[in-house]
């Protein structure tokens, strides 16, 4: 897979993080793909790393699509329990 590819997915899975757990998170398009593109390198790595299954090749594998999604979910709770909502209603 190419970087474009990655961005893609990153993008992607950060969008479904986002419509997993919505909420109102500072950075509009550009944080939510930031927040999938690493959540999927997160994803990514806890998957080799606790279920020793090698990253696949294939841009349509259901596995890299549930860890990335997965670690965009990982990465979107931490940031939400690290910073909290940043946006206070006034």
Known sequence: MGIVSWLVLG?????IAKILLPGRDPGGLVGTTLIGIVGSFIGGW????FLDKPIPKD???????IAAIAGSLVLLIAYRLLFGNSRERR
């Open 46 to 49: 806890l998957s080799t790393k």
């Open 59 to 65: 841009f349509f594998e259901p596995s890299m699509w």
């Open 11 to 15: 993008l992607i899975a950060g969008v």
